[in-house]
């Protein structure tokens, strides 16, 4: 099987995750969640989102979060920005790289953003040229690309002009979002060889969510494809609170026991993943959907129990 030696996970959990719980995390517990990611050796994070308060009233923390995580040498933070004023506070909070985001279908755009398409794109021209301006790298996502919520069906070719959009801006690489977890695998073939028809694999990521238990398969086909950016989610956490029925996206662990037993690095200690989400389940207040991080639980759960009947 054709796959790359090595595989980067950019990992969204404290992004992508906490916005879709209803617990409010205290930002403490936040920033223990990220440092946890980072001693797991995870390089790339999306520690938090720059968006209206009012919209994402789980994130509204954003600046305290960017300011108080820290940031070792060679580990890579980024934010979700909407716009120039989400711009603002997070260079002022300390933000290094950016994150935009606009979708495929018009819908999910307007009840995601209350913005058309177009309109989206007229703001990333805004401000995309400020970010790169302040040497703030940017990566773009496209949501919606395998289905909407509200639309259904999407035309893969919005996804090709949109990606091609977001590069010429100056996007370092667009991350293809499967927002609602309903992409196949031949669907995603059919998808990326489209967009690599225009854009190099190195410039373009995967984001599964896996409502239907596609997304490991989805990712198995990218890998395929020559893709080597991976967007996952610590436990499976994750959802986008303007997409209904949206689960959590394709847990981190899942995703980097399958790629390390196939050989293809990643640099992620999978005991010390397991750790930081065991603890942001408790953060939670729920068990976490990763099918590997239940694995493991019960085997340290047994070996305790093990110990225990040894000792007595
Ligand atoms: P709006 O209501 O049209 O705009 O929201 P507004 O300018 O009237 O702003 C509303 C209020 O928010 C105002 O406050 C603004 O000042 C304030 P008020 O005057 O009423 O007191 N505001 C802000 N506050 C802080 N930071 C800001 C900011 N902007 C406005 N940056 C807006 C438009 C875009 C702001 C809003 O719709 C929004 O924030 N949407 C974000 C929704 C969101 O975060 N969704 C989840 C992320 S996308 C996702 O999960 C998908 C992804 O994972 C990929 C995939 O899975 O496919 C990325
Ligand atoms: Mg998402």
């Known amino acids: 099987m ?13 992004r992508d995750g ?3 719980e209803s617990r409010q995390v205290p930002t403490a517990d936040k920033i223990r969640f990220i440092d946890a990611l980072v001693a797991a050796g995870i390089k790339d994070i999306e520690i938090t989102s720059f968006v209206s308060p009012k919209w994402i009233p789980q994130l509204a923390d954003a ?3 960017a300011r108080g995580v820290q940031r070792p040498a060679g580990v890579r933070m980024s934010a979700l920005v909407p716009n120039k004023r989400g711009l603002d506070t997070a260079l002022a909070s300390g933000m ?10 018009e ?3 307007k009840k995601n953003i209350n913005k058309t398409i ?14 790169l301006a302040a040497k703030v790298p940017v990566r773009a996502y496209v949501s919606t690309v395998f289905g909407c919520p509200y639309e259904g069906d999407v035309d893969p070719e919005a996804t090709v002009r949109l990606t091609q959009q977001l590069r010429e801006m100056g996007v370092y690489q667009v991350s293809l979002g499967d927002t609602i977890g309903v992409a196949n695998p031949a669907q995603v073939e059919d998808v990326l060889t489209r967009v690599l028809a225009r854009t190099p694999a190195e410039d373009i990521a995967v984001h599964f969510h896996d409502t239907q238990g596609t997304a490991l398969a989805n990712c198995l086909v990218s890998l395929q494809m020559g893709i080597t950016t991976i967007d996952a989610s610590a436990g499976g956490l994750g ?5 209904p029925g949206a689960a959590g996206n394709l847990a981190t662990e899942d995703v980097v026991a399958m790629l390390h037993s196939m050989n293809v690095q990643t640099g992620i200690d999978l005991d010390k993943l397991a750790e930081a989400s065991r603890t942001a389940s408790t953060f939670v207040g729920h068990e976490l959907p990763s099918k590997y991080l239940k694995a493991h639980l019960g085997k340290q759960a047994r070996a305790r129990r093990r110990a225990e009947l040894g000792s007595s």
């Open 2 to 14: 054709k796959l790359p030696a090595r595989a980067t996970i950019y990992e969204v959990g404290p």
């Open 18 to 20: 906490l916005q879709n």
């Open 63 to 65: 600046a305290e979060v």
């Open 96 to 105: 290094k790289e950016i994150a935009i985001f606009l979708s495929a279908s």
């Open 107 to 109: 819908t999910h755009s």
């Open 118 to 131: 177009a309109e989206a794109l007229s703001t990333f021209d805004e401000i995309v040229p400020h970010a």
């Open 239 to 243: 959802g986008c609170p303007y997409a």
